[in-house]
C-alpha cells in the first residue's frame, strides 16, 4: 500500500529539476578529517566545553558550556568516524586508525550527563541526545545511554501540548507557544525512547508533531515558515514568523533543511507516505530556489543588494543528509538516484567552496545566525553532517573509501574564499 501511494506521488518528485551529474569530493574522505577532529577532542577544556562554531578570520573553534544546543554534535562526531572506520579500515593512508573514536565520544558525552535532569535547551534535548543515540548502535546495553535516551525522551514529551498538537520548542509567558521547524529533528529521541521502553504514546507525540507541522508550517510551494505561534489554550495559529530568517515571508535555507530531513525521517520509522510527501515537496522546493552557483544561501529570499547574501554550509550538509534519506527509503530507481544525485551535487559545490584545511573546523562558510551578524564561520553541525553525508555514500554504494587517500592538501581550492557570496 505504501508503495503504490508513493509511486503515485511521482509527479510531485518530477517537479526538481535536473541534477548535473556531479562527483563525490575526494575531500569527503580526506585523512585530514580523523586528524582535525582528533585534535578538537584533545583541545577541549577541562571541564568540558564544546566547539559550537569558529570565528571567521581564523576559524578557530569557540568553545560553549555543555547547556548549549549544539553540545552533543562533537561527541556524536566522534561517533561519525568510528562508523567510516567500519566501513573502510584504519589504514595509514585514510587516518582513521589514529583515535578510539568511540573511547573520545563516550569520553566527551559525559558532560552532558547533568543535563538529562535540567537543561534550558527546552525542545533541543533531542539534539543532545545524539551520542547515546549512537552508543546505542555500538552497544545496545550501555546502560548511561539507555537512562540518558530516556531522560531526554521525557523532557521533550513534557513539552507537548495535545490542544496545539505540537511540542513547545521556545519557552515564552502564555498564551504564545512557540514551535520552530527545527523540532522536527528532536522527535527522534522519542522514537528510540518508544524503542526502548515500549512506550508508544511518544510515537503518538511523535506523528501528532509532525502532522501539524504539515498544516501549519509549509507554504503552497514547499517553503517553510521558521516559527508558528499558537495560542496555548486554544490551539489557534496566532502568528507566522521568522526568527533567523529573512523576513517572517522567506524560507530560511537551514530551516528547509531540517524540514527535508524531518520528514524523511518520520516516513522512515512510519511509512506514512504523507511523511514522504512533504520531504519531496520541501526537497522540491530546496532544489528550485538555488541559485546559478549551486551553493546554499542563507535564506532562499534574501536580497542579493544593497549587501549581498552569505551562504550557510550547514543547510548544505544537512540538506544533502536529508536528500540521501529520502533516496534510501525511494523504491523507484529513477526517483532515488535523482535524490542521491542532488544531494553529491549540494556536496561537490559546498566543498568547492568552504573546504579549508587551515581552519580547525572541516568547512567555512557558515551562517550561525545572520540577524545577529553571526556568519562566515565553520560550524560543528556542519560538520557532522558532512562527516555522516560521506558514510551514508559509502554505505549506499556511491562512494568508496579510498576516494580521499592522499588529499592531505593544505591549500584551499581555486574557487574558495570565505568571504565568498551567492549569485541570483
Known amino acids: 500500500m505504501v508503495n503504490s501511494k508513493m509511486h503515485a506521488l511521482a509527479a510531485l518528485v518530477l517537479l526538481a529539476p535536473t541534477v548535473l551529474g556531479a562527483t563525490v569530493p575526494a575531500e569527503l574522505f580526506s585523512p585530514l578529517i580523523p586528524q582535525k577532529v582528533l585534535a578538537t577532542f584533545k583541545a577541549l577544556p577541562n571541564p568540558v566545553q564544546y566547539p559550537q562554531y569558529t570565528d571567521q578570520n581564523a576559524g578557530k573553534w569557540q568553545y560553549f558550556a555543555p547547556d548549549t544546543w549544539t553540545s552533543g554534535f562533537f561527541p556524536a562526531t566522534g561517533y561519525a568516524l568510528n562508523t567510516r572506520k567500519q566501513l573502510c579500515g584504519a589504514t595509514q593512508s585514510n587516518q582513521l586508525g589514529i583515535a578510539d573514536w568511540v573511547a573520545l565520544g563516550r569520553s566527551a558525552s559525559t558532560g552532558e550527563i547533568p543535563l538529562e535532569t535540567s537543561n534550558h535547551q527546552g525542545h533541543d534535548v533531542g539534539f543532545l541526545s545524539f551520542p547515546f543515540i549512537q552508543e546505542l548502535l555500538v552497544n545496545k546495553q550501555n546502560q548511561t545511554a539507555i537512562t540518558a535516551v530516556n531522560k531526554f525522551a521525557t523532557l521533550l514529551a513534557n513539552r507537548f501540548s495535545p490542544v496545539v498538537g505540537c511540542t513547545r520548542s521556545w519557552d515564552s509567558a502564555d498564551p504564545a507557544f512557540q514551535v520552530i521547524i527545527d523540532n522536527m529533528m528532536n522527535l527522534e529521541v522519542l522514537f ?23 498544516k501549519n508550517h509549509i507554504r503552497p510551494d514547499g517553503g517553510t515558515w ?18 533567523q530568517g529573512f523576513a517572517d515571508n522567506s ?24 511523511y514522504y510527501q512533504t520531504a519531496v515537496r520541501l526537497a522540491n522546493y530546496f532544489l528550485s530556489n538555488m541559485p546559478s552557483d549551486g551553493i546554499v544561501p542563507w535564506d532562499f529570499n534574501a536580497p542579493l543588494v544593497p549587501a549581498p547574501r552569505p551562504a550557510d554550509s550547514s543547510a548544505a550538509t544537512i540538506a544533502a543528509n ?19 544525485d542532488a544531494a553529491i551535487e549540494l556536496l561537490a559545490n559546498i566543498t568547492k567552496l ?24 565553520g560550524i560543528v553541525y556542519g560538520d557532522y553532517y558532512y562527516i555522516q553525508a560521506g558514510n551514508e555514500l559509502i554505505s549506499m554504494g556511491l562512494a568508496s573509501c ?23
Open 251 to 274: 524560507t530560511w535555507s537551514r530551516g528547509e533543511a531540517w524540514g527535508i530531513y524531518g520528514f524523511a525521517n518520520m516516513f522512515k520509522h512510519t511509512g506514512n507516505p504523507n
Open 192 to 214: 528510540q525512547s518508544a524503542d526502548l521502553t515500549g512506550n508508544n504514546t511518544l510515537r503518538t507525540i511523535a506523528t501528532t508533531h509532525a502532522d501539524t507541522t504539515i
Open 354 to 377: 568552504a573546504w579549508d584545511p587551515s581552519w580547525q573546523s572541516l568547512l567555512s562558510n557558515g551562517t550561525v545566525n545572520k540577524p545577529a551578524n553571526n556568519f562566515l564561520t
Open 402 to 424: 579510498d576516494t580521499g587517500s592522499g588529499n592531505t592538501s593544505s591549500t584551499p581550492q581555486p574557487n574558495q574564499g570565505h568571504s565568498a557570496y551567492q549569485a541570483a
Open 322 to 340: 536529508g536528500l540521501l534519506l529520502l533516496s534510501q527509503t525511494e523504491p523507484n530507481p529513477a526517483l532515488k538516484k535523482r535524490w542521491s
Open 226 to 243: 521558521h516559527l508558528i505561534v499558537y495560542d496555548t489554550f486554544t490551539g489557534a495559529v496566532t502568528a507566522k514568523k521568522t526568527v
